[in-house]
Structure formats: structure tokens, C-alpha cells
């Protein structure tokens, strides 16, 4: 038979319980973590893909229309940003590079380094042979000579604004035309589409 509790007891058990409340639970980081595995999930694939995409060359990630571009990984939509070119240009040698060609393919301007984005030309510090040298140095020239001419802009044509070097991502225009595409048809350098070309064959 169950008996009941005295109802001085019962009132005493809540004064006590108000008067020595429990304490609050103590935060648990890991119940948390459990709580937000979703967003931390989202998040870190989020890491991945722009890891993924950061290193995909440049014809994956825009679609050139008349010196323009389709960027998908921004906006979808066509966005030029366009930088005029002003100034004199030099080939550079020693440490101070303010306004000077390294290469028919990067250049300093205003003592930020550039990599002209739709081009690859021959190396000349480390060339595969005579040949390359030859036609890396006739590409440096060409490259100052166009720097040193008048109507020249850079364009961003790439998701990425620097690789992973540091340079920044560029296409210079001369009234318009891709100083690159000129120095294809010289044959002194090619479309850069994620992979060097031999010139040595």
C-alpha cells in the first residue's frame, strides 16, 4: 500500500530546490559540432570545389565572345575589367622591377608583376634548347614593343585574379586586339590552354 507524502514535506523539497537551484549544463563543444554537421559538411565541400576549380586551366573556366567573357563561376554573365596600360617600359635586370619585361609572357607594371593570361611563349632562363631561347628572346621584344605603344589596356578575363605564383592574371589589348593574338601569328608564342608546347620539334 503506498503511502502518501506529507504535504510540509513536499513544500520544504521546493523551498530547498529554490533556494539551491541546479546548476546550468555546461556547453558541450562536440554536442554542438554534432548539431552544425550539416553546415560544417556544405562548408567544407565548399573548400574543395573552389580548391578544385582554382586549379582547372583557364579555357574550363571562361568562355572568351569578343574580347569578352562568360564567367559561370561568379556571375554567369559577361564581365570585362578592363586597366589602362601607361608608361615606358625596359627589360628587366636586377631586384627593382617597376615598369619592365621579363618575357614575351609577364611584365611588371607599377611594381605588380602580370602573366598575360592567353598566351604561353618560349622560356629563356631555362630553355629546353637553342631554338626556344631564340624565340623566347624574340618574344620579350615583342612584348616591350607593344607595351611601348599607345591604346593599350589589361583585361581580366580569368575567375582567378593571380595564379599561383602571384602573378596577376591579364590579356593586354592594342586598340582592341589581343596583343597575344599578334604574337601568335609571328609564331612567337601560343593559346594558352592549360599545357606548355614544345619548341624544339
Not at 76 to 82: E, L, Q, S, Y
Not at 115 to 140: F, H, V, W, Y
Not at 164 to 187: E, F, P, T, W
Request: proline residues 5%.
Amino acid at each position: 500500500m503506498m503511502t502518501r507524502k506529507p504535504a510540509r514535506v513536499i513544500l520544504l523539497k521546493d523551498a530547498r530546490q529554490k533556494l539551491n537551484p541546479e546548476p546550468a549544463p555546461r556547453w558541450n563543444p562536440f554536442k554542438a559540432l554534432y548539431r552544425m554537421r550539416r553546415i560544417l559538411m556544405m562548408a567544407c565541400l565548399a573548400v574543395l570545389a573552389v580548391i578544385h576549380f582554382e586549379k582547372l586551366p583557364y579555357s574550363y573556366l571562361v568562355v572568351p565572345a569578343s574580347n569578352k567573357v562568360i564567367d559561370y563561376a561568379i556571375t554567369g554573365a559577361v564581365a570585362p575589367r578592363t586597366e589602362p596600360i601607361e608608361g615606358r617600359f625596359v627589360t628587366c635586370a636586377g631586384a627593382q622591377r617597376i615598369n619592365c619585361v621579363v618575357d614575351g609572357d609577364t611584365f611588371w607594371y607599377r611594381a605588380v608583376k602580370y602573366r598575360i593570361s592567353d598566351i604561353n611563349t618560349p622560356e629563356i632562363g631555362r630553355p629546353a634548347c637553342e631554338r626556344e631561347r631564340q624565340l623566347g628572346l624574340q618574344a620579350q621584344v615583342a612584348l616591350l614593343d607593344a607595351l611601348n605603344g599607345s591604346g593599350l589596356v589589361m583585361e581580366r578575363r580569368e575567375r582567378r585574379d593571380v595564379d599561383q605564383y602571384g602573378r596577376k592574371l591579364r590579356v593586354v589589348l592594342q586598340d582592341g586586339r589581343s596583343v597575344g593574338d599578334d604574337m601568335i601569328a609571328r609564331g612567337i608564342a601560343h593559346r594558352w590552354e592549360g599545357q606548355k608546347q614544345n619548341w624544339c620539334g
